[in-house]
């Protein structure tokens, strides 16, 4: 079955300095999607960025990049500075059977 | 850019009425999704719907539950009676053949 972990329960960062949020899964499929998801306290689930598994290049989206590592099974987020706006719960997904299964998210808090 | 639109963005019911939560998809996509997401917990698959009929679905969604594609455009969630552990948000999610997931705003039901 496939999981996804996210160790860090809660995290916090100063503004403008950068974060990396942790992301491990398990899957048996080889060519597969993984994606961070933000939910602002609006509670709206926002696609931040999404890796495809047989590209070895790291996926970005102008602040945000992935380190993506297949073989360990590691997709991590990182923000660069970090904006106020940025607060919100993050998500790693990995779609699967039942599609997209979720981590249980990190609390990121961007400090001013 | 497209969205999908749900509606209510709130939903106040009583024990064992029923209610209907509604949403708009993408207008090109073909697959449909239902999510929830338990105050504080992680988002949770529920059922899922392509070509006209459920194709997948989980434990949670049981004889309580079904979903509908009246016409070309809105997809509803129906929940029969509802009970105070239904209380949650529910997002609608839609895509094309992607693995790339919209998601809705959310209507968050609360069962008293």
């Known amino acids: 079955a496939q999981t996804v972990t996210q160790s860090q329960p809660e995290m916090s960062v100063q503004e403008a300095e950068t974060v990396t949020l942790s992301c491990t899964y398990d899957?048996?499929?080889?060519?597969?999607?993984l994606f961070w998801y933000k939910q602002p306290p609006s509670r709206q689930m926002i696609l931040v960025i999404r890796?495809?598994?047989?590209?070895?290049q790291n996926a970005t989206e102008n602040r945000f990049s992935v380190n993506f590592q297949k073989a360990a099974k590691s997709f991590s987020l990182k923000i660069s500075d970090s904006q106020l706006g940025d607060t919100a719960m993050y998500f790693c997904?990995?779609?699967?059977?039942?599609?997209?299964?979720f981590g249980k998210g990190t609390r990121l808090s961007v400090i001013a | 850019e497209p969205e999908v639109t749900q509606t209510p963005s709130h939903q106040v019911t009583q024990m064992g009425q029923e209610v209907i939560l509604r949403c708009v998809p993408i207008?090109?996509?073909?697959?449909f999704y239902w999510y929830r997401q338990i105050l504080g917990q992680k988002v949770e698959f529920l059922v899922s719907f392509y070509n006209n009929e459920i194709s997948e679905k989980s434990e949670i969604f049981d004889d309580q539950f079904s979903v509908e594609r009246p016409d070309g455009s809105n997809f509803t969630l129906k929940i029969r009676s509802t009970k105070l552990e239904d209380s949650a948000m529910y997002f609608c999610?839609?895509?094309?053949?992607?693995?790339?997931?919209?998601f809705g705003s959310g209507t968050q039901l609360s069962v008293l």
């Open positions: 890796q495809e598994a047989y590209k070895q």
């Open positions: 999610a839609s895509r094309t053949n992607s693995e790339k997931l919209f």
């Open positions: 997904a990995l779609p699967a059977r039942p599609p997209l299964v």
């Open positions: 207008s090109n996509h073909l697959y």
């Open positions: 899957t048996s499929e080889n060519n597969y999607y």
